[in-house]
Structure formats: structure tokens, C-alpha cells
């Protein structure tokens, strides 16, 4: 039963969405269906756990996002989706799309960048996109990592998951001295254990709360942990973490047991705001009158579709533009695409899409940075 549960447990990690794309390839996908559905039922009798419980607030703790049953994204108008959501759109509306996109190739640009001029910056104010949700900011002397991840694949295992279809941007051997370490949730795609030990015990970690013990279980100690609107400060630097509207989870049975958040790096003369996983909520105005204006806002823009499951938690390139708007950024600098699989959209359509609205909206073009893979911006 143990075997057959952490099976199932590998099957539903949030992330790891191409294991089913092979049990359909293997062409017994109804049996495998059936074996899923069942499993699940199985696992939830035997061992006490239901996603589909409803959580209420703990009366005993503020705020409102914890919960005797995790954390919970207490802002009006969000609509948790249930498993049976997840698995509708994993076996059928997933795998449909799949068909469509299995020949496509991209041919996304990659900056050479052998990280010479990011090893002899010493003071200037930089952003490198590594890929996907990894920057590398260098503000005031600090070296800052965001959700670094170099590895093949965003999986708990490395011979299956969603594949990397572009190299880092720059390699793990060339990066500069790694002061601190950003990360916003526990998430593959975000929290990636084999990338967290190479760093490790060095830089500071700064993530949200819970999520220490996962680095305790990769032997990293030198972390601080913080709630939503806490912060702490290294070497003249704040870091805040700020609500988001999301979940964690890295298997069937942790879902919400980790927070989650996006993180204000406040220097004395400049300012980025970096918003992890987010879908649309009123707390992006919040933290702009809380902490606006920021020099950078790096939001997220892939991983949207379709809307009536992503919707809640994550942002589309549309509604990215109006959060870079509602928490006063200057430079966007669209994070979370062109990396890994995540979703139905095409790797390559979130840009697309980004540009649309800035041309319908008649935005300054100049203040939205669609890195290239490995690419630096100075300010
Ligand atoms: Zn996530
Ligand atoms: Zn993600």
C-alpha cells in the first residue's frame, strides 16, 4: 500500500505533470485512469487526508491566512480548485492539448554570458534572467538569488518531469559569490533541492514560513523564515515578504502545509519587487502603497492557461501588466515562461501575448523587459 501511495504521490506532484503524458504514450490510458481515481481513494481512506476538506480560520492565530488546516489565501474572490479539477485537467484537457504542441520547437535566443562582468560587479544595480523564475540581482554589493533552480527538470526526480528546453543562463560555475537566497514557495519549479545543496549552507536562505524544515532536509541551517508583511534585513538590504495568491504542496499530502509569497528587496536607492507564483488579487495594491514604487517588478506570466484552472493562481500576461501597474513598478520584467512545460500555452506565447497588451493599453514600451535567456540589464 506504502509503494502504491508513493506512486501516486509522485504522480500528482504538483509539477510533474509529463508523467502522465508517458502512461498515455504507453497507450493504456484508461486502465492507468482508473488505477489513478482509485488510488487516490485508497490513499485518502487509508490515511486520513482529503483535499477537499474545507479549512477555517484559526481562532487562536492571526492573521487570517493561517488555518487549522494550512495556510489558506484569504483575499475575496479566490476559487480554490478541488483535485478532481486537477485530475479533469491533467488526464483530458492537458492531454488533449499535449497532442498539439508535441512537435513544436522553439527557438528561444540565449545570451552567451560567461558571468565575468557579474563576478567584477561589485556595486553597480543588475538583473541577469537565468530562466524561468531564477534572477540574479546584484543590488548595493549583494549577489541575490531568486527560486534558483539548474536543474534538467522541475521534478522530484531526474528521468521524469517537465524537461528544461533551454539551458541556464548563465552556468551554476560562473555565477559570482551567492549572498542570499530568495524563494517564494515549495513548488518544483521553485524549491529545487538538487540546485539548494550545490549552493549550500553558504548564502543566506530568506523564505516564507514552514519552509525551513524542506532545507533542513537538504543540510541547510543559515535560513531565516518570515510570514506574509514580515521582514528582515542583511547587510542594508530589507527583504518583505508579501502575500500572493497561490498554494504549495510537493506531493498529495503537504498541499498548503508551507506559505507561500512574493518579496520586496529594499535597498537605500533602489527598490525590486519579485511576486514568486500569484494569481490576480487585491494585494498587488497593497504592496505598491505599502512599498511602491519599484524600480523592477519581476511577475509572472506563464503557466496561465486554460484560465478556468490556472486562473486563481496564476497570473495571465494581461492581468500581470495591470498587477506591474497595481504595485508601481517602472521596469517589468516578465518571470515564470520560456523554461519548462508547465501548462497548455505554448513556451513562447506568454511574450506574445504581453506585448498585446501593452500595445492595447498604449504603455511605454521601453519600461517592459522581455529578457532573453542569460541576459543582464543595468539601471
Ligand atoms: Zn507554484
Ligand atoms: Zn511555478
Redesign the pocket.
Known amino acids: 500500500m506504502e509503494i502504491f501511495c508513493s506512486y501516486i504521490k509522485m504522480v500528482v506532484s ?1 509539477s510533474n505533470y509529463s508523467i502522465i503524458e508517458c502512461i498515455k504514450q504507453s497507450g493504456k490510458r484508461t486502465a492507468m485512469k482508473i488505477i489513478i481515481l482509485a488510488a487516490f481513494l485508497l490513499c485518502t481512506v487509508f490515511t486520513g487526508h482529503s483535499l477537499l476538506n474545507s479549512s477555517h480560520p484559526d481562532k487562536n492565530k492571526n492573521p487570517p491566512h493561517h488555518t487549522d488546516k494550512g495556510f489558506v489565501n484569504p483575499y475575496p474572490g479566490f476559487e480554490e480548485k478541488s483535485f478532481g479539477d486537477f485530475l479533469y485537467w491533467i488526464l483530458f484537457d492537458r492531454a488533449r492539448n499535449s497532442n498539439d504542441k508535441k512537435n513544436r520547437t522553439y527557438d528561444f535566443i540565449r545570451v552567451k554570458n560567461d558571468g565575468k562582468a557579474l563576478r567584477e560587479n561589485t556595486g553597480s544595480f543588475s538583473v541577469t534572467w537565468i530562466g524561468h523564475s531564477t534572477l540574479l540581482i546584484q543590488i548595493a554589493g549583494v549577489n541575490i538569488l531568486t527560486d534558483p533552480i539548474w536543474s534538467e527538470r522541475s521534478s522530484p526526480f531526474q528521468f521524469i518531469g517537465p524537461k528544461r528546453f533551454v539551458k541556464p543562463g548563465v552556468r551554476f560555475e560562473d555565477l559570482p559569490e551567492i549572498h542570499v537566497v530568495i524563494i517564494s ?1 515549495d ?1 518544483y ?2 524549491f529545487d533541492e538538487n540546485t539548494i545543496r550545490r549552493l549550500g549552507n553558504a548564502p543566506l536562505y530568506i523564505v516564507p514560513l514552514k519552509v525551513g524544515k524542506l532545507l533542513e532536509d537538504s543540510d541547510i541551517t543559515n535560513y531565516r523564515e518570515l510570514d506574509w508583511w514580515g521582514s528582515t534585513t542583511y547587510r542594508g538590504i530589507d527583504f518583505i515578504a508579501t502575500p500572493a495568491q ?3 504542496g510537493r506531493s498529495l499530502f503537504n498541499r498548503n502545509e508551507t506559505l ?1 509569497s512574493g518579496w520586496v528587496i529594499r535597498g537605500k536607492k533602489h527598490r525590486v519587487y519579485f511576486a514568486g ?1 500569484t494569481g490576480y488579487f487585491p494585494g498587488f495594491k497593497e504592496i505598491g502603497e505599502r512599498y511602491g514604487p519599484f524600480d523592477i517588478a519581476a511577475i509572472p506570466v506563464g503557466a496561465y492557461m486554460p484560465r478556468w484552472f490556472m486562473g486563481p ?1 496564476h497570473l495571465s500576461p494581461e492581468e500581470a501588466v495591470q498587477a506591474f501597474l497595481d504595485v508601481k513598478g517602472k521596469k517589468f520584467l516578465p518571470i515564470h515562461w520560456g523554461t519548462f512545460d508547465l501548462a497548455n500555452e505554448a513556451l513562447d506565447d506568454p511574450p506574445k501575448v504581453l506585448i498585446g497588451e501593452i500595445v492595447h493599453r498604449m504603455l511605454p514600451v521601453e519600461n517592459f523587459w522581455i529578457l532573453k535567456h542569460g541576459e543582464t540589464r543595468n539601471l
Open positions: 504538483y514557495h513548488h519549479d521553485h497561490h498554494f504549495s507561500w507564483d493562481v
